[in-house]
């Protein structure tokens, strides 16, 4: 699809589809579209329970070979990326509310601020990293959570080719901000993309395909574009899933 046209299609979402005004049916509550949602990619409300590993590529358009292992241990709240920088192999994580990091499987020592800042292995920045994939990997089941405010209000729209639900929300995430909106198919509620919105919002991502993991509905591609202009920014693609 033409990223004008698809830009075109989500400065409109703000307003009220033509089908939806004229029809005059009553919109759903967010909470309901929510719910509905969940049906679609978690029945069986299986993610707080998950425990599992993936293996991600995400091409940016600065660093298109760019690769992820990602270990995701919800109950126990531990997390650990792995990528390969040119050739050095960096792992870091958080294990019982401890962090950690090996570079080249030697494990750094934190008084080596130079290792640490070469590789920017800072705690606070590993956090991060366990919050960024714990939430998007985990759409939209976390927004289900009492850090997330639902907008009051749902309005439905057209994102790119689909008819959905627009949703808003406000993220107690300030990784990636925390003004967000959120569209669902009016179909079968399946998550189909969001924007930033507010002050300084710059990107949205589309959604595209699922993959199936524990009885779950993930997506399996994100794809991240620039809001001013459409301009294409880069990829999460999920290659491989497998339990813990």
């Not at 590789?119 to 960024?132: H, M, N, V």
Request: net charge negative; hydrophobic share 40%; with cysteine.
């Amino acid at each position: 699809m033409n990223r004008l046209l698809l830009l075109l299609l989500l400065v409109s979402a703000c307003s009220p589809s033509p089908e939806a005004t004229e029809s005059g049916t009553a919109l759903p509550a967010a909470s309901d579209v929510l719910r509905q949602s969940l049906q679609f990619h978690d029945p069986e409300e299986r993610w707080l329970t998950s425990q599992f590993q993936m293996v991600i590529d995400e091409p940016r358009t600065n660093f298109p070979e760019r690769q992820s292992t990602i270990l995701i241990n919800l109950p126990e709240q531990t997390f650990e990326v792995t990528r390969d920088y040119e050739g050095t192999i960096v792992r870091r994580g958080i294990d019982a509310e401890r962090c950690y990091s090996f570079v080249d499987d030697q494990a750094v020592d934190p008084a080596d601020s130079a290792t640490i800042q070469l590789y920017r292995l800072q705690c606070d920045r590993t956090k991060g990293y366990q919050s960024f994939y714990q939430l998007l990997t985990g759409l939209p089941m976390t927004l289900f959570t009492p850090e997330v405010s639902l907008g009051e209000t749902v309005e439905a729209v057209d994102f790119g080719p689909y008819a959905c639900f627009a949703v808003s929300a406000r993220l107690n995430n300030p990784i990636i901000g925390e003004q967000w909106i959120f569209y669902f198919d009016r179909a079968d509620y399946q998550l189909r993309g969001y924007r930033a919105a507010g002050e300084g919002a710059a990107e949205y991502l589309e959604l595209d395909g699922l993959v199936s993991f524990n009885n779950m509905q993930l997506p399996r591609m994100r794809h991240w574009y620039n809001l001013a202009d459409t301009t294409y920014l880069g990829s999460d693609i999920v290659i491989n899933i497998e339990p813990l």
